[in-house]
């Protein structure tokens, strides 16, 4: 079936966190082999593979050095070939990050474009001419601070919408393109089973001279262009049985459709937009009720249409439990219930699926993410003493997702018999893996029993998506219908006890439990929800019943 991918479920393994198999503190491919029988008992279809490639590491693996190479601490390319082939001896397939909007400042393409406005590599990049105090433009970059850097030897500026490490590749160039198409093959004839494209929406650019107003981003969000570029892209695609998933931030529910159609550029694409933030900086929280309309939006707009991608965390963001749940286990089997059971391919982030949570940075030099110092830096410049710089700077930090994955309860979480490149959370010792897996009631066998669940019902694949109590702004209800069946839905995301009024036609149904965190739920009329309860029912819907609620 060449759309495998929307009935499997995704798991996604940050190589550096996952598992240490050499005792050097960092996760590398032969622990990612040790734990395939985990994460096939788990039942996941596909991993996502953060970067392995060849990478200097200013931004663990986002800057590439060799395309081709994996990156030593990694292991070999003769460990990723053993790593695919076990993978798929498993029916377990493996999706690849595919970095193309920029590459590392130590790539060779970059190393000789350097040397002179005439190396032939030179326009394989974004150059400018500029001076020391004045750049090309005001355009500011992701990770702070100017989006162009100044180059002494060559006396002129090149663009970078992250960091200075991360030059941007010249897209307009049909030269690199063929290079990089190339080596997207290289990588599929290989038989890997697809790509999550990285930072995809940014690879085309507005006119030097777009003027900044609300969204400082706008010039290189999805821009006019970029159509071109993708249409070359999935011609390539289209030659494999492969799925691809692409990074693209700015893309609209609406323009999502273009880009995951039947005959969209890619399988489908991640939205960035649903972790609405509310509350005082430094203890930011997911507003439900904002999050709820993002990702009921994406159902709706996408249905039929397109295809969605689900997720709530990945290596970029903080521990859902953390700032949408309350820590507890059940609020992590709330989520879970919320989102999996939506239109789309659900993704899990390594740890999600125990409910690990947040860590209590203590010190700057426990951060490794960049962007993390220079918010700080900013913060201590504003004149934040270090202490609360440090509690800002840290409070949504992607550096909560890249703590070491919790397999076991001593100090070193099973993780490493090293020093782990980042701090163990101490939690591990009630919170880990081989605790959860003995346990019938933990969050690991819920989310176990929730994807058995997703797998074996073509209604959470095909079935249509209809939101209920649309007003509430801690409940999160659907339903799911494909011909007379249909799957209710219903989830309190709040810490509050709410009693919601269900529509009568449901009432008259007669509904089965799927699966639910609270034994005393049951569809009612008047439903009455303790905190972070959820629960999802089935019913099969009188055929005359169904026609006139088509009509
Ligand atoms: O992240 C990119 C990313 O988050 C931006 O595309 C996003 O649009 C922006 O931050 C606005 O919200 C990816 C990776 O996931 C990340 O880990 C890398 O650091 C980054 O690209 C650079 O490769
Ligand atoms: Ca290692």
Redesign the pocket.
Known sequence: MSDWWKNAIGYQIYPRSFKDSNGDGIGDIKGIIEKLPYLEWLGVDFIWL?PIYASPNF??G??ISDFRAVQPEFGTMADFKELLKKAHEKNIRIIM?L?I??TSNQHPWFIEAAKSKESPYRDYYLWENATKEKMPNEWQS??GGSTWTYHDLTEQAYFH???PE?PDLNWKNPQMRAEIKEMIQWWLDLGIDGFRL??I??IQKAPWDFPISTNP?APF?NVTGIEAYMTELKEIFDRYPIMTVG?A??VSSREAVDWTSEDGFLNMIFE?EHNVRKGELGSERIDPLEMKKVLFRWQKDLDQKGWNALYVE???NPRIVSILGDESEKSAKAIATMYILLKGTPFIYQGQEIGMTNYSFTSINQIDAK?THHYYQTLLDQGYSSKQALKIATDWT?DHARTPMQWESDSSAGFSTGKPWMPINPNTKGLNVARQKESSASVLRYYRQLIQLRKTNSVFVEGSFDELLVDSPQVFAYLRTEKNRQVFVIVNMGAEEVTVKLPETMIAQVWQILIRNNESLMVKEQMQLEPFDAAAFETQLIEEKYKKEKQ
């Open positions: 953060n931004d663990n986002y800057d990050d970095v909007n920029h992701f990770f919408v992250f960091a991360l990285d930072a929406s940014h981003w969000m990074e931030s700015g960035l990945n290596h970029d962007d992607r």
